[in-house]
């Protein structure tokens, strides 16, 4: 099931960057790389909304077909894109990094290396330690189990805890994506790492838009990751 997973995503990233190449194509690598991210999650809730509520049926063959058509659909509208999709991405990735090669910018390195290593460890945290926050026990994760559990979106939950019924579901379907592919929770916490990794990105995207230095906008979005929230 791995592998379906793995070869899920890809073509739903792919179809997600083919999609902000066509809208926004002229724009930078950093927010084509956010409108992809959206476009992802956004297809992600849609799908699973649809499934749970309308057709109440979770099961893994219904995830897999409606993703499935629904990406390759848009990778059959958009033609050119999906033709362009890949060399645009590398030849972005390219470019940034000769960009931050020739930047000489030493303590942007130095940052750089800080992020690797907090991202490296925070993965490690993620796989090996159990969640452990209050809330995910008291009602964050009662949501996602319970939708595992009957492969449906209950209307509600029968739980003396009213603020599960009550809190907006938000990232509860990416939590779902995770843990119904992987069939438990070692990575549960991983929208959480990807939500992080998101707001960096997006502040760097928007830095350029006030016309700042690619090298000082990536400083501060680093340093904007290590702000404890």
């Known amino acids: 099931m791995s592998g379906i997973f793995i070869l899920l995503n890809f073509l739903l990233l792919l179809s997600s960057y083919v999609t902000a190449l066509r809208f926004s194509g002229k724009s930078p690598f950093s927010e084509k790389l956010v409108a992809t991210f959206l476009v992802f999650v956004s297809q992600i809730t849609f799908t699973i909304l649809f ?13 897999i077909i409606l993703n499935s058509v629904i990406s390759l659909a848009i990778l059959a509208i958009f033609k050119k894109q999906t033709k362009e999709a890949l060399p645009d991405f590398f030849s972005e990735c390219r470019e940034t990094f000769s960009y931050l090669i020739g930047s000489r910018d030493y303590f942007l390195y130095f940052l750089i290396l800080l992020f690797s290593v907090q991202a490296i460890i925070l ?3 993620i796989y090996f330690l159990p969640p452990h926050v209050w809330d995910v026990f008291a009602y964050h994760l009662h949501p996602v189990m319970e939708w595992v559990q ?8 029968d739980t003396p805890v009213i603020r599960l019924n009550r809190n907006p579901l938000g990232s509860k379907f990416f939590h779902f994506w995770i843990v119904k592919f992987a069939q438990d929770l070692t990575w549960v916490e991983l929208p959480q790492f990807i939500a992080g990794l998101l707001v960096t990105l997006t502040s760097y995207a928007m830095m350029l838009k006030m016309e700042i230095k690619k090298n000082i906008a990536l400083r501060y979005a680093i340093l904007i990751y290590f702000i404890p929230l």
Not at 150 to 157: E, L, Q, R, V
Request: aromatic share 8%.
């Open 150 to 157: 009957k492969s449906m979106i209950p209307t509600s939950i």
């Open 123 to 125: 993965l490690i945290k």
């Open 51 to 63: 499934l749970g509520v309308v057709v109440r049926n979770l099961d893994f063959p219904f995830i």
